[in-house]
């Protein structure tokens, strides 16, 4: 359990430290028994956390779960811009049951909805660009493709690095990460 757990926490930094409202990690057995080690611990990894989790597909060989912290995911969902963008893609409701739902049928189809880098705090001219719905030229690769001005983009990548760092750091100084997924974001950055 406790590889999982290191692993799904150097996974999820920015998320833990309250930096992004979700993070994608496909979890399987072949790094170790991951997969085996999911389905037997997953629930008591996370008593007591503000960070959630939704599996989005499930094969025989592996999962695609979606950690998300609840409050700052239904905060991004209640922005109106957002909102608007989601409805035009055909989610019917800002709900996160909602949300996830469609993201669920949506990775059934067989490839990764790209509307999901919203969800994972992409910001809206990216993934607006990315679908070919404005235009915004490609003006950088990073942690994601950058359209328009690159700024904002460039600091919200670096606010995800850093907030990985700090994770990686406490947990290769000993820190347990089911303490750090349990506390969220409270003191990361203080």
């Given amino acids: 359990m406790r590889y999982l757990?290191?692993?799904?926490?150097?996974?999820?930094?920015?998320?833990?430290?309250?930096?992004?409202?979700?993070?994608?990690m496909n979890i399987s057995n072949?790094?170790?028994?991951?997969?085996?080690?999911?389905?037997?611990?997953?629930?008591?990894?996370?008593?007591g956390s503000e960070i959630d989790y939704y599996e989005l597909k499930?094969?025989?060989?592996?999962?695609?779960?979606?950690?998300?912290?609840?409050?700052?995911?239904n905060e991004l969902l209640r922005n109106e811009s957002v909102k608007k963008f989601l409805f035009e893609c055909g989610y019917e409701s800002d709900s996160i049951d909602h949300a996830l739902s469609m993201?669920?049928?949506?990775?059934?189809?067989g490839r990764c909805p790209p509307e999901i880098g919203i969800f994972l705090g992409i910001p809206l001219k990216d993934v607006k660009g990315f679908m070919g719905l404005n235009s915004l030229q490609n003006t950088k690769c990073g942690m994601w493709r950058v359209y328009g001005d690159p700024s904002a983009s460039e600091k919200r990548m670096n606010e995800y690095r850093r907030a990985r760092n700090l994770i990686t750091r406490r947990l290769f100084?000993?820190?347990?990460?089911?303490?750090?997924?349990?506390?969220?974001?409270?003191?990361?950055?203080e």
Wanted: glycine share 8%.
């Fill in 5 to 24: 757990v290191h692993r799904i926490a150097r996974c999820i930094a920015a998320t833990i430290a309250g930096r992004k409202p979700a993070t994608l």
């Fill in 103 to 109: 993201l669920k049928q949506r990775y059934a189809t």
């Fill in 30 to 47: 072949d790094n170790g028994g991951l997969l085996d080690a999911w389905d037997r611990y997953r629930e008591d990894i996370f008593i």
């Fill in 173 to 189: 100084s000993g820190e347990d990460p089911v303490n750090l997924i349990r506390a969220g974001g409270f003191g990361f950055f």
């Fill in 58 to 73: 499930r094969t025989a060989k592996n999962v695609i779960v979606l950690f998300f912290d609840q409050n700052r995911l």
